[in-house]
């Protein structure tokens, strides 16, 4: 069994900085691909980010120069520094994890809001 832990969410102020993490739990991972998606109330579920294994990354253009993300291989672990927040950046973030064996698994949500 798979299990992915979030943690990081909470509420800031315009402006300010959160981190995300997500650390992914279990055997066989064989992990490929870590991420995040964030789904804003009446909005569309989007992709933030990504991290291949090979530290291949991709940023929606609206979190571009703002938002990074990395990880601990060793802890499969993967996380998103979210800086200069703005109010449209308040949604649920799930982290996501691709494995070649398992396939995508997602987590359970933390919730990220940002006041203006």
């Known amino acids: 069994q798979v299990q992915l832990v979030e943690s990081g969410g909470g509420l800031v102020q315009a402006g300010g900085s959160l981190r995300l993490s997500c650390a992914a739990s279990g055997t066989s991972l064989s992990i490929n691909t870590m991420g995040w998606d964030r789904q804003a109330p009446g909005k569309q579920r989007e992709l933030v980010a990504r991290i291949t294994s090979g530290s291949s990354t991709y940023y929606a253009n609206s979190v571009k120069g703002r938002f990074t993300v990395s990880r601990d291989m060793a802890k499969n672990t993967v996380y998103l520094q979210m800086n200069s927040l703005k109010a449209e950046d308040t949604a649920v973030y799930y982290c996501?994890?691709?494995?070649?064996?398992?396939?995508?698994?997602w987590g359970q949500g933390t919730q990220v809001t940002v006041s203006s």
């Open positions: 996501y994890v691709y494995s070649n064996v398992r396939g995508t698994m």
